[in-house]
């Protein structure tokens, strides 16, 4: 499984991006695919993910109402779009996959495949 993800860049506080993540090798039975971010010196953070089988997207309370996770199954497409942006925001962005669903999703622990990672910088 490889996951290629896209999109990142140094963008204003205030201003829009949005992430692409590209999964290749994997089967089409996946369940879930999302986003986990890791700033510098910081734990890695749960984003948002979006599940097949529940038929849900779920976000971080940081980031709910202003990101926004879309996908395209049948391109194994998961997309990000980062609105409102703030400082606090920066951080290199990862995307995942898993074949099973977990209620644990916002656990980083709980996925192997992960992408290389896109840095966003939100500054002035």
């Known amino acids: 499984v490889q996951l290629q993800a896209s999109g990142g860049g140094l963008v204003q506080p205030g201003g829009s991006v949005r992430l692409s993540c590209a999964a290749s090798g994997v089967t089409s039975d996946y369940d879930t695919m999302g986003w986990f971010r890791q700033a510098p010196g910081k734990e890695r953070e749960f984003v948002g993910i979006?599940?097949?089988?529940?038929?849900?997207?779920r976000y971080s309370d940081s980031v709910k109402d202003r990101f926004t996770i879309s996908t395209d199954n049948a391109k194994n497409m998961i997309y990000l779009q980062m609105n409102s942006l703030k400082p606090e925001d920066t951080a290199v962005y990862y995307c995942v996959v898993r074949y099973v669903y977990t209620v644990a999703y916002y656990d980083h622990r709980q996925y192997v495949h992960w992408g290389q990672g896109t840095l966003v910088t939100v500054s002035s």
């Open positions: 979006s599940s097949r089988s529940r038929r849900r997207t």
